[in-house]
């Protein structure tokens, strides 16, 4: 796998393109990583993935439904439930 720095990869646009068809291609910038060039069947693979994967908001959703459904945990109101922070100040 060739190693390009930013200024490389613009001077060899076309072979850093031809490259990535066999792998994935890093770019440097003062020896970090700043880019990545992936070919466009891996970046579509990879997009799919992540479309696929339920977002941290439906995974909250789901497991507030399954504690609805089978009562698991008794929900207390917030007013009736003790502050250790409150309390803490008030010492």
């Known amino acids: 796998m060739t190693t390009w720095t930013v200024a490389t990869a613009r001077q060899n646009f076309t072979s850093l393109l031809e490259a990535s068809r066999l792998s ?39 497991l507030r439904q399954l504690i609805k459904a089978e009562d698991a945990l008794p929900v207390i109101p917030r007013h009736t439930r003790a502050n250790s922070f409150a309390e803490g100040l008030a010492d």
């Open 24 to 62: 994935v291609q890093p770019i440097y910038r003062h020896h970090q990583l700043v880019a990545a060039v992936v070919d466009a069947a891996t970046y579509q693979r990879l997009q799919q993935q992540h479309l696929q994967q339920p977002s941290l908001a439906d995974t909250f959703r789901d």
